[in-house]
């Protein structure tokens, strides 16, 4: 399934428990710009990937989240579903902020679709999973789970 935003997908994952993983787009986190006189606020509409995230794992615990997980075989493996942050502009430094977020692996953007085939093994394998966990050091462009 697919949602044009952070709000639908909170919809969807509150709803339907058919879901093993999410793939979050993720923008850049909301920043004040100066142009002339002008000051931008950048956001992205209704609910970002960001905010979807914290909200999702707030509302896991919810009776209707709990009732729609039953079915997913990654709350089993894991306890909760797993989210995996998509952007071009995701760095190493920003781990702590992601795992604050609530997102548990990334890929960046151009998306190499072999190498997203090989992270979301980590789904449902947890062997997988921990062959592609982040430690310091490692090649970061090629994403990865944040934790096992």
């Known amino acids: ?33 100066v142009r002339g006189d002008c000051l931008l606020f950048h956001r992205m509409p209704i609910l970002g990937g960001f905010e979807a995230s914290q909200r999702i794992r ?25 989210i995996c942050a998509i952007s071009a502009s995701l760095y190493e430094r920003q781990y702590d902020e992601l795992v604050r977020y609530g997102l548990d692996g990334w890929i960046l953007k151009p998306i190499d679709f072999r190498r997203l085939k090989d992270i979301l093994q980590g789904v449902t394998d947890p062997l997988a999973r921990r062959r592609d966990v982040y430690y310091p050091g490692c090649n970061w ?6 934790k096992i």
């Open 141 to 146: 462009e090629v994403g990865g789970w944040l």
């Open 58 to 82: 707030l509302n896991e615990n919810s009776k209707r989240c709990r009732k729609a997980s039953a079915a997913r075989e990654s709350l089993h493996i894991h306890g909760r579903i797993p």
């Open 1 to 33: 399934m697919n949602a044009t935003n952070g709000q639908e997908c909170l919809d969807l994952v509150e709803s339907d428990g058919a879901f093993d993983v999410i793939l979050m787009d993720i923008q850049s986190v909301p920043r004040l710009r």
